[in-house]
């Protein structure tokens, strides 16, 4: 078996500063598994199916990418899969503190596991998911920001969520 990395997050919903990463990661890695969060402790707006869903196709041209969902503590599941490296991106010194924490923490949880953090690309440094679903939430268009069945499943949900909030 060759060196896989996990990359895990909640993905609500997947981003092209995601799919970077995992892209770049595989000149690194003889594979990645993309790891979504069940027991995300952000309000997700989609379920994690409709997350692993879209990252599996937003993801469908990249070779040796698996994406699915976990439970429980990150380190566990990693061992699970017989990966010994979490793969974090880090966009700005504001990701860092939590980022650091995360890493220390899973150390102390399981030694044998390195994070490793990938530097965001210059053309996606700007973008989380976070933002993307503001934008979208109002109206606006996050073409070349998410893949398009993103923008479509976005454009869905918030159109449905505002004639529900109208009636
Ligand atoms: P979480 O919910 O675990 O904080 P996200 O799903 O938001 O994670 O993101 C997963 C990982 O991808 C995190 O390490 C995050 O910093 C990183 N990431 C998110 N957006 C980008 C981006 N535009 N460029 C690079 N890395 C990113």
């Given at each position: 078996m060759g060196k896989i990395a996990v990359y895990p997050g909640?993905?609500?919903?997947?981003?092209f500063g995601h799919i970077d990463i995992v892209g770049r990661a595989l000149e690194c890695f003889d594979g990645v598994i993309v790891a979504i969060a069940t027991d995300s402790q952000k309000n997700t707006l989609f379920t994690v199916e409709e997350r692993v869903e879209m990252a599996r196709l937003g993801l469908r041209?990249?070779?040796d990418v698996v994406v699915e969902s976990f439970q429980g503590l990150l380190v566990d599941y990693v061992a699970r899969t017989k990966a010994t490296v979490i793969l974090r991106g880090l966009r700005?010194?504001?990701?860092f503190d939590y980022e650091f924490h995360m890493a220390s923490t899973n150390k102390s949880l399981n030694e044998n596991v390195e994070t490793l953090f990938m530097m965001a690309s210059k053309d996606f440094c700007f973008v989380s998911s976070r933002t993307i679903k503001e934008v979208a939430s109002l109206n606006g268009s996050v073409k070349g920001l998410v893949p398009e069945c993103v923008e479509r499943k976005l454009k869905e949900r918030f159109e449905a969520m505002r004639k529900k909030s109208q009636r």
């Amino acid at each position: 078996m060759g060196k896989i990395a996990v990359y895990p997050g909640s993905f609500d919903p997947i981003t092209f500063g995601h799919i970077d990463i995992v892209g770049r990661a595989l000149e690194c890695f003889d594979g990645v598994i993309v790891a979504i969060a069940t027991d995300s402790q952000k309000n997700t707006l989609f379920t994690v199916e409709e997350r692993v869903e879209m990252a599996r196709l937003g993801l469908r041209e990249k070779p040796d990418v698996v994406v699915e969902s976990f439970q429980g503590l990150l380190v566990d599941y990693v061992a699970r899969t017989k990966a010994t490296v979490i793969l974090r991106g880090l966009r700005a010194t504001s990701d860092f503190d939590y980022e650091f924490h995360m890493a220390s923490t899973n150390k102390s949880l399981n030694e044998n596991v390195e994070t490793l953090f990938m530097m965001a690309s210059k053309d996606f440094c700007f973008v989380s998911s976070r933002t993307i679903k503001e934008v979208a939430s109002l109206n606006g268009s996050v073409k070349g920001l998410v893949p398009e069945c993103v923008e479509r499943k976005l454009k869905e949900r918030f159109e449905a969520m505002r004639k529900k909030s109208q009636r």
